[in-house]
């Protein structure tokens, strides 16, 4: 009798969903299954990913920006987020009469919807290459002529435009939940009126930082 109710506790227990079959391929005495250490480290990288946040200087020909990322990632491999960047710019051009120096003020605000595929999913990997690209509007606070940031406002003027980018980077996973992140991008970048002389500021940029994992 008490083999019978044994029996039937372990049949409501399955049906129930409290026991689940292990996959022949992860068994551990199957041959070609993973260990319990290549099983922690694939959990410990879609961990990193799951969630993380990014803080980079990019150099661009015009101007050197500093990029604020974060990422998710509801689909293996495939992260979507939000870049924001600000950036100061400034040109120095010779005035009307030849002799005098002219110079121009701006602080650049762009700011991407993005995606980030990740090209390896390697339970060992700790060199992440990756894609990423992204859209979205760019705004700008044209200060005028000889003008500082700190000071008055009256001859400013702000102009919305838009931008997007294309490249490829690598992450070095060097901790649990950092990372190291160098990435090569083109962006585009366009007013519709100019900003210190320019209304196009396209151009390659080299970004260099450090990433966050959120997941843990």
Do not use: C
Not at 78 to 89: C, E, H, K, N
Not at 107 to 125: D, E, G, H, M, V
């Amino acid at each position: 009798m008490k083999s019978i109710i044994s029996l039937w506790l372990l049949v409501a227990f399955a049906v129930a969903g409290g026991a689940q079959q292990v996959p022949a391929s992860l068994h551990p005495k199957h041959p070609g299954a993973p260990t319990a250490r290549v099983l922690e480290k694939a959990s410990r990288l879609d961990l990193f990913y799951q969630q993380h946040g990014t803080m980079q200087m990019a150099v661009h020909p015009d101007f050197a920006t500093a990029l604020f990322s974060y990422f998710r990632e509801p689909f293996s491999q495939r992260a979507f987020g939000v870049i924001a960047g600000v950036a100061p710019l400034s040109r120095t051009t010779r005035g009307a009469n030849g002799f005098t120096d002219v110079q121009t003020h701006a602080l650049l605000f762009p700011l991407w919807l993005s995606l980030k595929i990740r090209l390896t999913n390697s339970p060992s990997a700790h060199v992440v290459p990756y894609l990423i690209g992204g859209f979205g509007p760019s705004f700008a606070l044209d200060y005028g002529p000889n003008r500082q940031v700190n000071l008055n406002f009256s001859n400013s003027h702000f102009l919305a435009g838009g931008t997007a980018f294309a490249g490829a980077g690598v992450d070095y996973l060097w901790a649990r939940d950092w990372a190291i992140s160098a990435d090569l991008r083109y962006i585009v970048l366009r007013y519709p009126s100019a900003v210190v002389g320019r209304t196009n500021l396209d151009g390659l940029s080299f970004s260099i930082g450090i990433v966050h994992g959120f997941g843990f």
